[in-house]
């Protein structure tokens, strides 16, 4: 599937994951204090692939169904699934492969896989700190399911506040010019020279 593409409403699983409708619909439920439940029309479109820790990105259209008049119930969210398929196609990219000359490509793919868990594992954490805290922040979007892969869903994932299609996903570099970005590529430079002569 390409950016933007869309899935078919009779589709079970969301974006070509092992993540149900049904999986879903149920933690939404609960969240949301509903019997409501996803229509026909229910379908989801991927609005990234490979961003934040290399994860599929999807806007859900949700198409509630029997709600009721006091349920206030989102029309759209995002979803966020780190997925290994994502680093698979990587490595079968003529692009990638001519310039990994030299690279182990079962080295990067354990490395990818290991940056992907513990990175959403992080962002698991963090949204969990800030709902236990009850801290609202601008332009952080609110995050209804945090699942990590290691709980009952071996898929992880992020349900979140769908923020608009002027969204995005801010690097962490984000906002640095380039004398700042230098002082710290140096810095880190530093970290490890002093961590590697300690070995």
Known sequence: MMANESETADDSYILGTSVTWKWVEKKLQNVFQTKAYFGRKKNAIRIGYGEGYVCVLGRMYLD????????????????????DQVTEEMQQDTTFR????????????????????????????????????DINIENIPHCYIAQDSN?????????????????????????????????????????????????
């Open 64 to 83: 509630w169904v029997n709600y009721s008049e006091s349920d206030k119930l989102p029309e759209t969210l995002v979803i966020k699934l780190p997925v």
């Open 98 to 133: 001519t310039g990994s000359a030299g690279w182990d490509l079962q080295i990067f793919s354990t490395m990818m896989h290991d940056f992907r868990v513990k990175g959403h594992a992080n962002e698991v954490i963090f949204y969990k700190w800030l709902q236990q805290k």
């Open 151 to 199: 709980q009952d869903q071996s898929q992880g994932l992020l349900v979140i506040e769908d923020m608009g299609e002027e969204a995005y996903a801010s690097l962490p570099f984000d906002g640095l010019d380039s004398e700042d970005l230098s002082q710290v590529l140096l810095s880190f430079s530093f970290l490890t020279t002093d961590n590697s002569s300690h070995m």
